[in-house]
């Protein structure tokens, strides 16, 4: 039952981080920030492909490969663009202050739940 409990609280927190984003889009009439959606889709990728490409060393249980440190560098460019792009645009004009500052609190509500569902629900593995 707790574990029913923590999935409809992180969707609410990310139903609102998402609306956060659309009504940074919405309410000022600018769709630029919507771009910020697509760093949400692309972040998790690099680390799954890389982690499944990578082969885990039975001697070693310490073992990280160059391709996990690559998919983990992907995915660090990503979420900093993410946090970086609405300031960028407010920067260069194309959106308003209010609108960056609901972008990046949406997109931080965004990856806090995905990093609090991974952190949930991550599978620990079996002790033998």
């Known amino acids: ?48 492909l890389c982690s499944r490409c990578a082969g885990q060393d039975d001697i070693m249980s310490e073992y990280n490969s160059g391709v996990v440190d690559a998919g983990h560098f992907v995915t660090g460019m990503f979420i900093v663009t993410g946090f970086c792009l609405p300031f960028v645009l407010a920067h260069a004009g194309v959106i308003t202050i209010p609108a960056m500052v609901m972008s990046i609190c949406g997109g931080i509500l965004v990856y806090g739940t995905i990093i609090a569902y991974t952190h949930f629900f991550a599978d620990q593995g079996d002790d033998y």
């Open 1 to 48: 039952m707790a574990g029913l409990r923590r999935i409809i609280a992180l969707a609410f927190v990310l139903a609102i981080g998402f609306l956060l984003v659309i009504l940074s889009c919405a309410l000022y009439y600018n769709w630029w920030p919507l771009l910020v959606v697509a760093t949400y889709v692309l972040a998790p990728l690099p680390n799954a």
